[in-house]
């Protein structure tokens, strides 16, 4: 457990009322929900600033505040004559200093996982997490927590653990080689390099670029890949730096899978791994899935965990909420919420899912795909080559972005009179209410910002 002299020690901080030998509890930055003894850090914002609420965090129950930009009174400090208070430059660049620094508590020799990717990242994290857990107490990042604000917190919370997999997210360069020397991984996975935010970087190359900052926070360079993706291949074919670990459908790779067998709740495989085959079930549907399963088996087996526990581990997962969440109504409609986030990579992945389907019709609602700049116009029109490609026999669209793979789907052959847009959520909902039938199976995709979930959530009530 952390003291208020680590916390000094890690961050350069000056201790204006307390205790050095205190201990600190659970990290906190959210007052209303604070719980008694924890440890209150203010963030600042652009519309809102944490560290004016310290006293109402001791109020609360807070045993230790560390703040920014903020003057005590004396008076103010007599109130709190038994609690911390502790002052630094910058709160956001606190929490990095104190994760590095019990990250560090923990030895170079603790596994930890480090994953990133266009898509697919929260997944593959949630998947290593379950292998890993069948031979260690494994930390796992909750959500998508994967930012230099996320990442700390989930530091934070590692205790008797013997393992973590921690989920790292960038939107420019320089963001993902700032928590890799947070975290520290011993094994860096690479999902893949797409379109996400390439409106931010410029180009797929820049997108690499920013994920193989992953790298340098390790001390061995051991990385695990997609090799079905055209960059990450060309990596592994043309680095011998580093010890690179393959995994694949296509591409001859380290653990390959054959014989796919694709269901809508689950698929079926048999993994070639070390000349063993082994038969594998996922219990979700999906080709993508299939691929985060791959990269488990491979990471589990770097890291000597039996087949039989690797196997156990993918068999028994659960996946995070509104990804490809797939839920059967009353009425024998079949809604597949995968409406979290978008890139063109993952629209691909659930419109040739959803196109492998049986069923009586396979509706496609789709949104806007975000952050994507220069390129928006042409990626949307890409997704409507993807609807016309895979069969989809009923589009539905909303947002400004969206009206691109409107456009494209008619222009790729698609029947106008099966393709519907609408201006608001609402009206797509009632619409859907009043045309679904028995058998129907619906995709809602869009990025996170759309706000499809609601729909969804609304639908299934």
């Known amino acids: 457990m952390l003291k208020i002299k680590d916390i000094i020690n890690a961050t350069n901080g000056k201790l204006i009322i307390g205790n050095l030998e205190d201990n600190v509890q659970k990290f906190c930055k959210d007052t209303r929900i604070i719980k008694k003894d924890d440890t209150y850090i203010g963030i600042k914002g652009n519309n809102f600033d944490g560290n004016q609420l310290w006293s109402e965090a001791f109020e609360l129950g807070a045993k230790t505040v560390i703040l920014q930009d903020v003057n005590l009174k004396d008076k103010e400090l007599k109130d709190w004559k038994n609690k911390n208070v502790i002052l630094v430059k910058d709160t956001i660049k606190a929490l990095g200093d104190i994760a590095t620094y019990k990250r560090n508590l923990y030895g170079k020799d603790f596994p ?4 990133t990717g266009s898509v697919g990242k929260t997944s593959t994290k949630d998947i ?20 230099n604000i996320g990442l700390p917190f989930t530091i934070f919370n590692l205790e008797d653990h ?23 991984p011993t094994i860096a996975v690479i999902t893949n390099i797409g379109t996400s935010h390439i409106g931010n970087l410029g180009s797929r190359e820049n997108i690499l670029k920013a994920k193989l900052e992953i790298l340098e926070g390790m001390e061995k360079k051991v990385l695990v890949i997609n090799n079905d993706n055209d960059l990450l291949n060309e990596l592994y074919i043309n680095n011998k730096d580093i010890e690179i670990h393959t995994y694949g459908i296509e591409n001859d790779s380290e653990v390959m899978a054959q014989d796919i067998v694709y269901n809508k709740n689950n698929s079926e495989f048999i993994c070639n791994m070390n000349e063993k085959k ?4 996922v219990p979700v549907g999906g080709m993508h899935f299939v691929y985060n ?12 965990i039996d087949i039989d526990d690797i196997k156990n581990g993918i068999e028994t997962f ?3 909420k509104k990804r490809m969440d797939i839920t059967e109504l009353d009425n024998g409609v079949t809604i597949i919420n995968d409406s979290y986030n978008a890139s063109f990579e993952s629209m691909q992945a659930s419109l040739k899912y959803l196109g492998k389907l049986e069923c009586n019709r396979k509706i496609a609602v789709l949104g806007d795909m975000l952050e994507l700049g220069e390129y928006s116009q042409n990626l949307h029109k890409d997704v409507g080559k993807e609807v016309v490609k895979n069969g989809i026999d009923i589009l539905i669209c909303l947002g400004e972005n969206a009206k691109d793979i409107v456009k494209s ?3 790729n052959g698609m ?3 099966s393709i519907y847009y609408f201006k608001d959520k609402l009206q797509m909902e009632n619409y859907i209410k009043e045309k679904w039938k028995k058998g129907d199976i619906i995709l809602f995709k869009a990025s996170n910002g759309m706000k499809f979930y609601e729909v969804v959530e609304s639908l299934i009530k």
Request: glycine letters at 8%; hydrophobic letters at 45%; one cysteine or more.
């Open 293 to 304: 399963a791959l990269c488990a088996i491979t990471v589990g087996n770097i890291l000597g």
């Open 278 to 281: 082994i038969k594998i079930k």
């Open 415 to 417: 029947d106008s009179k």
């Open 128 to 147: 290593i997490a379950n292998v890993l857990s069948q031979k260690y107490k494994t930390l796992k990042t909750q959500g998508n927590n994967n930012n």
């Open 162 to 184: 013997q393992a973590a997999v921690i989920e790292m997210g960038m939107n420019h360069l320089g963001e993902i080689s700032q928590l890799t020397h947070i975290a520290k």
């Open 112 to 115: 930890v996982v480090g994953v």
């Open 409 to 411: 789907a008619i222009d």
């Open 318 to 320: 659960e996946l995070t």
